[in-house]
């Protein structure tokens, strides 16, 4: 016989599980197995049409990958889209959210309007930023022209020297309001008496700002960052649509890449090795980060 | 100055007085206006487009006179873009209803009792929370296949029900967490066992974080694309970003005023579902990604 303290034990266990049993179940089917599958597959030679996997290879596929000038081409792609978005969107963001950050009758109808690109649809802006840096009609090239800036028309999609800058300027476009949000509720959250204290002891806007408000604010800087950084990696919609990764695979990503070898080229495993490289990498940064901001005086609790 | 008026003048604004003063205003106005213009410009363009017609456009014009509102009813026609919203309405309500009941019942487990093993499954949501959802794409992809179920509606409600699951989850933990612990042991003392506890005394009183869950998830519903875009390989079911594409490869891509129109069409649901909820949007969000 159990005690009636362990049956009441058994009992909150069980009740565990029967709440989070759905959860984890779809978790297991759409999530975890699916990450074997990847892992399994990426090991292996397959089109996807023959009824069964083709060989084992073992790491051939990433070996391939290895060798593949436009895996590297898009590798570095995605890592210029980090590097270049990243600091961008947190920063315009920042600003934003500092100037926002004020008594303003208007402040949160500016903070919805801001939103919005965010709330949009990534097709529906892919296609109108398409509109807008078509070289002939467009209108960044008409506003260039008109402001007396022609001879800076550009086929900015056109040209591989652009193309790459012009997706992540879309990319930083449609993300600024969600950090300037997140950075806003940030600083409305920050312990009023020390900024208070520093401003009568007569700190300027500047040095409030870069001595006092910056600092309190690293950790959510630093989670505004991760959450930009992940989205970096994961881009495909906005690539696809605009620009399908050419011209020449100069804008061609990760994900991208991913698409195509499945899809168009039909190598199963070679695209699951994709799959794979990009969570081992996005997981890792997460996880370098989270240790980051552990080691962090507040961060714990960011 | 006395500290007093310092003090007093200091608590909300910066100091508002002087010449340097003024000029940091207009700076700053200055800045968030031009944001605001740019942030803003690309979507009063779209809809500008959809009133123009091809010659106003490729006169390069900005403004639509006269205005062509003809494009509309074309647009509606040609892109079937009624058919169009039924899909995706079918498919991101139905897995926001899945996302959200689960997600309920999980945040409960994880933020209220201690059972054994809680921290892997939380930790498996975490995973959940960061994964990059490409590497379902080619699994699921073949096991629909395999089944059957390529082109079926629930081909996307499944891996949509999922996909908003680590999150809905993360965010019910958190609200289920900051409830008092009197309101439970009250009920538990008047009988109630695990599941009315949950039902009639806490689940109530997470309507907020429901609100949020269930307009978020919705929302990455209605614009998820590439599980869409490959799942969805006929025309029939396909939802409504992958059929706004799908216009793209079509006779219409030459017309960009009726592309244009169907842009709007597409995005006006969703804009108005924003501005009525834009607070529950905004405040679940930073509630969500501030309360770690």
């Given at each position: 016989?159990?005690?009636?303290?362990?049956?009441?034990?058994?009992?909150?266990?069980?009740?565990?599980?029967?709440?989070?049993?759905?959860?984890?179940?779809?978790?297991?089917?759409?999530?975890?197995?699916?990450?074997?599958?990847?892992?399994?597959?990426?090991?292996h030679?397959?089109?996807?049409?023959?009824?069964?996997?083709?060989?084992?290879?073992?790491?051939?596929?990433?070996?391939?990958?290895?060798?593949?000038?436009?895996?590297?081409?898009?590798?570095?792609?995605?890592?210029?889209?980090?590097?270049?978005?990243?600091?961008?969107?947190?920063?315009?963001?920042?600003?934003?959210?500092?100037?926002?950050?004020?008594?303003?009758?208007?402040?949160?109808?500016?903070?919805?309007?801001?939103?919005?690109?965010?709330?949009?649809?990534?097709?529906?802006?892919?296609?109108?930023?398409?509109?807008?840096?078509?070289p002939?009609?467009?209108?960044?090239?008409?506003?260039?022209?008109?402001?007396?800036?022609?001879?800076?028309?550009?086929?900015?999609?056109?040209?591989?020297?652009?193309?790459?800058?012009?997706?992540?300027?879309?990319?930083?476009?449609?993300?600024?309001?969600?950090?300037?949000?997140?950075?806003?509720?940030?600083?409305?959250?920050?312990?009023?008496?020390?900024v208070?204290?520093?401003?009568?002891?007569?700190?300027?806007?500047?040095?409030?700002?870069?001595?006092?408000?910056?600092?309190?604010?690293?950790?959510?800087?630093?989670?505004?960052?991760?959450?930009?950084?992940?989205?970096?990696?994961?881009?495909?919609?906005?690539?696809?649509?605009?620009?399908?990764?050419?011209?020449?695979?100069?804008?061609?990503?990760?994900?991208?890449?991913?698409?195509?070898?499945?899809?168009?080229l039909?190598?199963?495993?070679?695209?699951?090795?994709?799959?794979?490289?990009?969570?081992?990498?996005?997981?890792?940064?997460?996880?370098?980060?989270?240790?980051?901001?552990?080691?962090?005086?507040?961060?714990?609790?960011? | 100055?006395?500290?007093?008026?310092?003090?007093?003048?200091?608590?909300?604004?910066?100091?508002?007085?002087?010449?340097?003063?003024?000029?940091?205003?207009?700076?700053?106005?200055?800045?968030?206006?031009?944001?605001?213009?740019?942030?803003?410009?690309?979507?009063?363009?779209?809809?500008s487009?959809?009133f123009?017609?091809?010659?106003?456009?490729?006169?390069?014009?900005?403004?639509?006179?006269?205005?062509?509102?003809?494009?509309?009813?074309?647009?509606?026609?040609?892109?079937?873009?009624?058919?169009?919203?039924?899909n995706?309405?079918?498919?991101?309500?139905?897995?926001?209803?899945?996302?959200?009941?689960?997600?309920?019942?999980?945040?409960?487990?994880?933020?209220?009792?201690?059972?054994?093993?809680?921290?892997?499954?939380?930790?498996?949501?975490?995973?959940?929370?960061?994964?990059?959802?490409?590497?379902?794409?080619?699994?699921?992809?073949?096991?629909?296949?395999?089944?059957?179920?390529?082109?079926?509606r629930?081909a996307?409600?499944?891996p949509?029900?999922?996909?908003?699951?680590?999150?809905?989850?993360?965010?019910m933990?958190?609200?289920?967490?900051?409830?008092?612990?009197?309101?439970?042991?009250?009920?538990?003392?008047?009988?109630?066992?695990?599941?009315?506890?949950?039902?009639?005394?806490?689940?109530?009183?997470?309507?907020?974080?429901?609100?949020?869950?269930?307009i978020?998830?919705?929302?990455?519903?209605?614009?998820?694309?590439?599980?869409?875009?490959?799942?969805?390989?006929?025309?029939?079911?396909?939802?409504?970003?992958?059929?706004?594409?799908?216009?793209?490869?079509?006779?219409?891509?030459?017309?960009?005023?009726?592309?244009?129109?169907?842009?709007?069409?597409?995005?006006?649901?969703?804009?108005?579902?924003?501005?009525?909820?834009?607070?529950?949007?905004?405040?679940?969000?930073?509630?969500?990604?501030?309360?770690?």
């Amino acid at each position: 016989m159990l005690s009636p303290a362990a049956r009441r034990r058994w009992r909150r266990h069980a009740a565990g599980y029967a709440f989070t049993g759905p959860a984890l179940v779809v978790l297991a089917a759409f999530l975890l197995y699916p990450i074997g599958y990847s892992v399994s597959l990426s090991l292996h030679d397959w089109d996807g049409y023959t009824p069964r996997w083709g060989p084992f290879v073992g790491l051939e596929n990433y070996r391939a990958l290895a060798g593949d000038e436009v895996f590297w081409r898009a590798t570095m792609n995605s890592v210029a889209f980090v590097v270049v978005r990243t600091p961008l969107e947190v920063g315009f963001g920042f600003l934003l959210a500092l100037l926002l950050n004020r008594r303003l009758v208007v402040r949160s109808l500016l903070r919805t309007l801001f939103f919005v690109p965010v709330v949009m649809s990534l097709i529906v802006v892919t296609i109108i930023f398409q509109r807008v840096f078509e070289p002939n009609t467009g209108l960044l090239n008409t506003f260039l022209r008109a402001i007396g800036l022609g001879a800076w028309a550009h086929p900015w999609l056109g040209d591989p020297a652009t193309a790459l800058g012009a997706v992540i300027a879309v990319s930083v476009w449609k993300n600024v309001g969600f950090s300037l949000v997140i950075l806003l509720a940030g600083l409305q959250g920050l312990p009023q008496d020390v900024v208070e204290a520093a401003r009568v002891d007569g700190a300027n806007a500047w040095q409030l700002t870069l001595r006092v408000i910056t600092p309190l604010m690293r950790p959510i800087l630093a989670l505004t960052a991760l959450l930009s950084i992940i989205g970096g990696l994961k881009v495909f919609d906005l690539v696809f649509i605009m620009t399908r990764g050419g011209p020449t695979y100069s804008t061609e990503v990760l994900a991208t890449m991913l698409y195509r070898e499945a899809f168009e080229l039909n190598h199963m495993g070679v695209a699951s090795a994709i799959a794979v490289i990009l969570v081992t990498l996005v997981l890792s940064i997460a996880r370098a980060q989270t240790f980051v901001l552990d080691e962090a005086p507040e961060g714990g609790k960011a | 100055m006395s500290t007093a008026v310092a003090r007093a003048s200091v608590a909300r604004r910066p100091r508002a007085f002087g010449q340097r003063a003024r000029a940091g205003r207009v700076a700053m106005w200055a800045v968030v206006l031009g944001a605001l213009a740019v942030s803003l410009a690309p979507g009063l363009y779209m809809i500008s487009l959809s009133f123009m017609d091809n010659p106003q456009l490729f006169a390069g014009r900005v403004v639509p006179w006269p205005p062509h509102a003809e494009n509309y009813p074309r647009a509606w026609v040609a892109s079937s873009i009624g058919r169009l919203y039924w899909n995706s309405i079918y498919v991101s309500t139905a897995s926001m209803v899945a996302t959200v009941a689960i997600s309920a019942l999980a945040g409960y487990g994880l933020g209220r009792i201690r059972f054994a093993g809680r921290g892997i499954v939380y930790g498996i949501v975490l995973i959940g929370l960061t994964i990059p959802l490409q590497i379902a794409l080619i699994p699921l992809f073949i096991n629909l296949r395999t089944l059957g179920l390529l082109n079926t509606r629930l081909a996307l409600i499944g891996p949509y029900t999922a996909f908003g699951l680590a999150f809905g989850t993360y965010i019910m933990k958190g609200f289920f967490q900051g409830l008092p612990r009197e309101l439970e042991e009250a009920a538990r003392l008047d009988g109630a066992g695990e599941f009315g506890i949950f039902a009639r005394v806490m689940l109530p009183l997470t309507r907020p974080a429901l609100a949020t869950v269930a307009i978020f998830v919705f929302l990455q519903n209605w614009n998820e694309f590439l599980f869409a875009l490959t799942f969805l390989t006929e025309g029939r079911m396909r939802t409504l970003p992958t059929g706004i594409y799908a216009l793209l490869s079509s006779e219409f891509y030459g017309n960009y005023p009726i592309l244009a129109a169907s842009l709007v069409l597409f995005s006006a649901p969703v804009l108005v579902l924003y501005f009525v909820f834009q607070r529950q949007f905004v405040e679940g969000l930073t509630a969500g990604a501030l309360k770690h």
